[in-house]
């Protein structure tokens, strides 16, 4: 038996693709030794792996390796719950076995997920108050619980005491996301383990124990940034960490860092404390409560570049009352279900406080300097308005620079991270290349405006309750480096990219031209089915599915019908059916085989013009001298269209078309910019090559 010490990173991952019934490929060892190298030299690495790769072991080998040696954990952080399980439930387990003879031990790995995700067995036993309002708590346990709510609770109730994990994932079936409320709390409302009488039985508590003696840690981006965003330490101590889908990293940090304030959060808030405190905070709270949201009610919906002067005096009565009651909540009462409740008040009350501060600060420094971006949206809640004012931050890039890049030596890889055929621009928005520059006076190379973090504590990142973070060391700036390992599969040869440049430029109401549904019906045709639709809205998918069903023999389905994943399943399934949808779809479908022969893009996906942080942060490069359309707009359609793209060659056999039915794709002065971040396709503008070639690809 030899150990590690005599197996090198290509000789591990030999063993382990022989193990697994695979065969070598040169991306995968490419990018393996790439990674070991990083790990020892500290510089930072993106790599672009393309699809059939195998960048999982490419990235989970040397990370092991370097793990088991140092015995020291290495963090691994996707964007999706699919990605998730199939790191923990299949490659992880059949890694482990592979390698433990030639490792000085097993290697052994844990998932780790937010608080929220796990049974809350204080919250079951003390019976806290309901969110809704609809139910008293104590109704929700008696035996013969009327609702559906209340007979989810009872079902889960009897599932705390079968549970080894206490996981909502290992539910089956599932609760929505109400009645899982009523039995998990956020980390902000956990009493903490040292003051919980459940505190040693605790489900997060063990999952984050069995994490911290793990070799391979696997999160999700979320929890990464709280991570790095909060002042606790949510994940176990690292210094090294793999981000994979790392094209995500940025908007799911920027979805943690974004606050909100809605009526109904308020009008919670104010039910929790009604008997915590006296009567004249309680009406204090209410009566700057229903002001407030009577007044973003009123309002217009839209980016806010000036705060007037009433909906200014409206926050600060929110801010000064919902601090004046959380200072009024004694939160150290000796009763258990006393404490359980207080802390999910003061929870809150600190989320209202620390939200209605952000915003009235965001508004001080003049536009320029603005490291925050608010914003009015009045969304359909089941045919009534739910209005909802935002704070996020302008750019992560400093950020994460300052609180990610400072402190680990990290690898970020996706299929698709060069835009325009180059890293700049996602290096620049991960804040690769340089430090939060105060005020934001500085531009990133085609990247994001980089800015500073935001003013303050955010209220919304203090998610978790852990250890007080001490301020580890900051790593000395090695730089960063990218890397593209390219792709097994012969794109030139298994797939045409085919612009329809005929056809006239999309209208801007986002349903398609009369000449655009015939184009879609004649490719569909000659196709025999086997299409996925991929469109820039959900109106534009059942438009022209709509059109579509009434025109062609072959079944079609579209988003919103079923769940996403049975319609996948029901697409993969039959070779004659067509699969319409929306964003989701550009990204979640992995379809290999004849199921899936055209990819159709009804148009450019830019952002839409009315999306108040990408017209923020556009603006933002523009007024630094820089192209804000290129290094925002253009560069979010890239990334999606090469996501898109991504979704016809799965397998080393698949062959197919990705139709872009926008002819700026052929004719504008940024379409070479667009079509430099798509895989290598053979490109033509011909219809009738086209059509022939997918009427021979399915034997007609």
């Excluded at 991306?27 to 790769?53: K, N, S």
């Excluded at 923990?88 to 076995?97: G, S």
């Excluded at 730089?479 to 612009?499: C, E, M, N, T």
């Excluded at 933002?620 to 996501?643: I, T, W, Y």
Aim: glycine share 10%.
């Amino acid at each position: 038996m030899h150990t590690m010490a005599d197996a090198s990173v290509p000789e591990l991952l030999a063993t382990a693709v022989a193990a697994l019934g695979g065969s070598q490929r040169d991306g995968q060892v490419r990018m393996a030794e790439a990674v070991a190298h990083a790990f020892d030299t500290g510089e930072h690495l993106a790599v672009q792996a393309g699809t059939g790769t195998g960048k999982s072991l490419a990235y989970l080998v040397p990370a092991i390796a370097r793990a088991v040696a140092d015995d020291h954990p290495v963090v691994v952080s996707t964007a999706t719950i699919a990605l998730q399980r199939q790191l923990v439930d299949r490659d992880l387990p059949r890694l482990a076995d592979a390698l433990e003879d030639v490792l000085p031990r097993r290697p052994t790995f844990a998932l780790l997920k937010g608080r929220r995700n796990y049974l809350c067995l204080n919250k079951i036993h003390s019976g806290t108050g309901d969110d809704s309002g609809e139910a008293p708590q104590e109704e929700l346990f008696e035996p013969f619980a009327a609702s559906a709510l209340g007979r989810d609770v009872q079902r889960l109730t009897a599932w705390a005491d079968d549970t080894a994990t206490g996981d909502r994932d290992d539910l089956k079936p599932g609760v929505p996301e109400r009645s899982w409320a009523q039995v998990s709390v956020s980390a902000r409302e956990c009493l903490g383990a040292t003051r919980c009488q459940f505190g040693t039985d605790c489900f997060a508590e063990q999952a984050r124990a069995v994490a911290g003696e793990a070799d391979i840690v696997v999160t999700n981006h979320a929890l990464l940034a709280i991570d790095a965003i909060s002042d606790t330490t949510v994940l176990p101590e690292h210094e090294l960490l793999v981000v994979d889908e790392a094209h995500e990293l940025v908007d799911r940090v920027t979805s943690v860092a974004t606050a909100e304030l809605t009526a109904a959060a308020l009008s919670v808030a104010v039910r929790r404390v009604t008997r915590l405190v006296s009567p004249g905070l309680v009406q204090r709270l209410d009566a700057a409560s229903l002001t407030f949201g009577s007044a973003i009610h009123d309002g217009t919906p839209g980016r806010m570049d000036y705060l007037d002067d009433e909906l200014a005096t409206y926050l600060a009565a929110l801010r000064d009352a919902a601090g004046a009651v959380r200072s009024a909540i004694d939160t150290a009462p000796s009763d258990p279900r006393a404490a359980t409740a207080r802390k999910e008040a003061v929870a809150a009350l600190a989320e209202i406080a620390d939200t209605a501060a952000r915003v009235l600060t965001s508004f001080e420094p003049a536009i320029p300097a603005r490291t925050d971006v608010v914003w009015l949206s009045h969304e359909d809640n089941r045919g009534s308005v739910r209005p909802v004012l935002r704070v996020a931050p302008l750019s992560v890039a400093g950020l994460l620079h300052d609180r990610l890049f400072a402190r680990t030596t990290t690898v970020l890889t996706s299929a698709t991270l060069t835009v325009g055929g180059s890293f700049d621009a996602m290096a620049g928005a991960w804040g690769l290349t340089g430090g939060s520059v105060p005020g934001g006076s500085a531009r990133l190379d085609g990247g994001e405006p980089k800015l500073g973090p935001p003013h303050g504590r955010r209220g919304s990142a203090r998610l978790d309750e852990g250890e007080p973070k001490l301020g580890p060391p900051h790593r000395p700036d090695n730089g960063w480096r990218g890397l593209d390992v390219g792709s097994p599969f012969q794109h030139a040869k298994a797939g045409i990219l085919y612009v329809a440049a005929h056809l006239p430029p999309p209208g801007r109401d986002g349903t398609g031209t009369d000449a655009q549904l015939d184009e879609i019906a004649e490719l569909i045709a000659a196709a025999g089915g086997r299409t996925l639709g991929l469109f820039s809205s959900m109106r534009a998918a059942r438009a022209a599915a709509e059109a579509m069903r009434e025109r062609l023999d072959t079944p079609l389905l579209c988003q919103g019908e079923d769940t996403t994943g049975a319609l996948v399943e029901q697409f993969a399934a039959d070779a004659d059916t067509s699969l319409f949808g929306t964003l989701s779809l550009w990204q979640g479908v992995d379809v290999p085989g004849p199921s899936l022969s055209l990819v159709l893009i009804d148009r450019i996906p830019f952002p839409r013009p009315d999306d108040p942080l990408l017209t923020a942060r556009q603006r933002a490069v523009s007024a630094r001298g820089g192209n804000g359309f290129m290094a925002v707009a253009a560069s979010h359609a890239a990334l999606l269209l090469a996501q898109g793209a991504g979704r016809l060659l799965r397998g080393v056999d698949d062959r197919g078309v990705v139709a872009v039915l926008d002819s700026r794709m052929a004719t504008a002065r940024y379409a070479g910019y667009l079509r430099a971040s798509l895989p290598p396709f053979w490109a033509t503008t011909d219809t009738d090559k086209v059509r022939l070639a997918l009427r021979r690809l399915r034997g007609g």
